[in-house]
């Protein structure tokens, strides 16, 4: 069981937008800006989307935006694509009962 | 631009000490940055962290983990590794070494990843 839930898929149509919940609790998501979002394709290594709640690396598509609300971040993906399709992945920095990350159970998205 | 890439044997028998080495290239694993850490994933399954190792030698485990793992840094060769001990079919993974950011914890550049089989 993972310490983070998201919804175990979603989809969407070309062009649409989606929005992928994480919810934690006030040890993780809702007491830290740690919070991060992976893409991962088959076979594929993950790749970092979004990291501290909301912020971008250099090079990732703006159709792809962080939030958050209280205990639960979310990741929103404007103007799917067919290369969108993908499992994502949120995690958070923990301290409880020692410092280290906790990972959502990952999230199939599917573009219709 | 930083390059990761795992290395090891690909079958552990039970009981045995999984052994893995992460190469770092184009970075410093005595960068005061960032953290040097493991992830893995069963198959079909999701992202299980590890555990990561700061320059200092502090380290974040994984506490469901943390009797059984170890994370050496070999600054002279630039590479860290992983020991987790006593395994069984469950550590069955492909295992994934990364640096993560030092203010954000985000796993920001990652190896290709390598299957590791536990079995007899």
């Known amino acids: 069981q993972s310490a983070l839930t998201q919804p175990a898929s979603v989809s969407g149509s070309p062009g649409q937008s989606i929005t992928i919940s994480c919810t934690g609790g006030?040890?993780?998501?809702?007491?830290?800006?740690?919070v991060s979002w992976y893409q991962q394709h088959p076979a594929r290594a993950p790749k970092l989307m979004i990291f501290?709640?909301?912020n971008r690396p250099s090079g990732v598509s703006n159709r792809f935006s962080g939030s958050r609300s209280g205990n639960t971040a979310s990741l929103t993906i404007s103007g799917l694509q067919a290369e969108d399709e993908a499992d994502y992945y949120c995690?958070?920095?923990?301290?409880?009962?020692?410092?280290?990350?906790?990972f959502g159970g990952g999230t199939r998205l599917t573009v219709l | 631009q930083v390059q990761l890439q795992e290395s090891g044997p690909g079958l552990v028998k039970p009981s045995e000490t999984l052994s893995l080495t992460c190469t770092v290239a184009g970075d410093s694993v005595s960068n005061r940055n960032c953290y040097w850490g493991w992830i893995r994933q069963p198959p079909g399954k999701g992202l299980e962290w590890i555990g990561s190792i700061y320059y200092s030698g502090n380290t974040h485990y994984n506490p469901s983990l943390k009797s059984r793992v170890t994370i050496p840094v070999d600054t002279s060769k630039n590479h860290f590794s992983l020991k987790l001990s006593s395994v069984t079919a469950a550590d069955t993974a492909v295992y994934y070494c990364a640096r993560i950011g030092g203010g954000d914890w985000g796993i920001n550049s990652w190896g290709q990843g390598t299957l590791v089989t536990v079995s007899s």
């Open positions: 995690s958070s920095y923990t301290w409880r009962p020692n410092p280290h990350v906790v």
């Open positions: 501290e709640v909301t």
């Open positions: 006030d040890s993780d998501v809702g007491g830290y800006s740690h």
